[in-house]
């Protein structure tokens, strides 16, 4: 067992931790203070374990942790992460949003359990770190103590691993920013070339740039299930032509991007009979199994299955879903295994894939959706959308800034957005609100809506594409991820944008700032320098302006801004 030593910037904090395994363990020289590495050589699975005071901790910001924003105990924090799911890292935040302590793994690490709990012995935080799967012979433990705010840690440790994979980065086409169309929720299984193609027009009159095509083009079963897929060929009943299909919607100005599920097969597939003893096992019952990607017939037919459709129909990109089906235990593999651990054929496909797409279409789109957050997907995937969360404003807004915050230069997309016919405007506008520091990503039947959606569809659009400089380009501060995130703001380059979710009284400080009411109440309260002239426009859910003046507030001063509206605030 090795030991290495942990100590606070001031050198009043300093614990013990251990390096248990086959492997050694060197502490690099600082260069930042604060921030300690230690380099690790590994000749099998290790374990790095340690503990350290954070008795002002109120979350634990894990990469992925779905709705539960607690402080989990040590023996029930254990993350099991993947080259597939999730990603090594996790921040101790306290109520001022300033992290206390960052731990993260190096981007070589393809599979650990990640465990930060509390322990109950110490009031300490118990961190172990089982790595087991590695690039290369080793990896490199990064802890950050330095005193700031906990989306300045993220971003510093996105940093590192952007460095660590240098040119295998996928650039992202300026396209993967814009806002897209959607078939999921408005269609189901139920999609055809009729409806994609009115879908794709409709969305341009919006300015989409994009329809994405999902589940449903592969098959004639519309039960929700997978036991007719693996073989991705189009059905002839509703696709019957999908080279012309695809050059219709092209006409329209739009991209195609098309959904496959590689890991899964079904049994009654063309391709089941001859690649039944090639898989990890069953996903649904007995009618879905999951391929085991070490076996080289399996990696050429699915990469077959997803050149296919950019080469002979002339699509722009893949939404390739389902990869944590492959977060699987490695069983024994046959002789005829070409690599000993899942995650690695996983890599080998989507490297093959990747490098062929890229070849026969340099801007392709390639879509990966939450939790496939780790930095080596960034080698493959040029956008990432948020996990699944229909009508729920609050969850996709929690949703996308997780991602904003590990996603690197990566785009990141809402889930699709889509209400009721029926819903108010401001719960229309509030769907927007919610994923207003992603791309939007929409699924509704856009010629269908009544003239007042309408409006407020078109302004939020605009409004989104008008400020993606901040939105999208800017620093990224949300607020409270023990609350799912109060108040988030989004800091440009000319102005800054805050969305006010729950806590009402908001700081702004700098010269141009939008603020954009996504609380349930008609009021909100600025904190700003007092004295200073200030130019106030108050607008509603669809753009419209409803109020606008010239004055002089004092330190603190309400505003009535309605439920879904925004006011600018511009200070002379």
Known sequence: ????????????????????????????????????????????????????????????????????????????????????????????????????????????????????????????????????????????????????????????????????????????????????????????????????????????????????????????????????????????????????????????????????????????????????????????????????????????????????????????????????SWAWDSPPAAPDADCESVDEGVELLLRAITDELRRLRPDVLIEYRQDYVHPRLWQFGTFLRAGDCALDPVENRVRTVDCRLLAGDRAVHSDMLMWSPSASVENVARQFIGALFSTPQVSMELDALPPDHERVVRHWLGFMRDHADALLGGVLRPSRPDARYTQVRAVGATETVIAVFTNPVVRVDDPCTVVVNGSAEPRLYVEGPAGRPVDLVVSDCSGHELHRETTTPPAVWAIDVPVGGAARIVYE
């Not at 539960?68 to 080259?83: K, Y």
């Not at 991209?255 to 890991?263: E, I």
């Not at 039944?276 to 699915?302: K, N, S």
């Open 1 to 324: 067992m090795t030991t290495f030593e942990i100590r606070s910037p001031d050198g009043r904090t300093v614990r013990t931790g251990t390096l248990a395994g086959p492997g050694s363990l060197t502490s690099r020289p600082a260069v930042e203070p604060g921030v300690l590495r230690y380099d690790v050589l590994a000749d099998g699975p290790v374990k790095l374990r340690w503990t350290w005071p954070a008795e002002d901790a109120v979350t634990l910001w894990q990469a992925t942790q779905g709705s539960r924003r607690n402080l989990p105990t040590d023996w029930g924090s254990a993350r099991d992460v993947r080259s597939v799911r999730s990603a090594p890292v996790a921040s101790l935040v306290d109520a001022q949003d300033n992290a206390i302590t960052t731990i993260s793994l190096s981007s070589h690490v393809r599979g650990c359990d990640f465990a930060v709990g509390v322990n109950e012995e110490t009031a300490e935080q118990l961190i172990e770190l089982t790595v087991a799967d590695v690039e290369g012979d080793g990896f490199t433990l990064r802890i950050d103590l330095r005193a700031q705010h906990f989306s300045d840690a993220l971003r510093a440790v996105t940093a590192e691993w952007a460095a660590e994979l240098g040119d295998r980065v996928a650039a992202v086409p300026p396209v993967a920013r814009a806002a897209m169309y959607s078939t999921w929720y408005s269609d189901h299984q139920h999609v055809s070339a009729e409806s994609v193609e009115r879908h794709a027009r409709a969305g341009a009159a919006y300015g989409m740039q994009a329809v994405i095509v999902d589940d449903g083009w592969q098959t004639d079963d519309t039960r929700r299930g997978y036991a007719y897929c693996g073989d991705w060929e189009p059905t002839s009943s509703t696709f019957p032509d999908m080279a012309a299909h695809v050059r219709r919607v092209h006409e329209l100005g739009q991209r195609y991007v098309l959904w496959l599920a590689p890991p899964l097969i079904g049994v009654h597939s063309k391709a089941w009979e001859r690649l039944r003893d090639r898989i990890l096992g069953f996903a649904d019952a007995d009618v879905t199994a999951v391929l085991d990607p070490r076996y080289r017939e399996v990696r050429e037919h699915l990469l077959e299955c997803a050149i296919r459709p950019v080469r002979d129909w002339g699509v722009d990109g893949l939404k390739i879903d389902f990869i944590d």
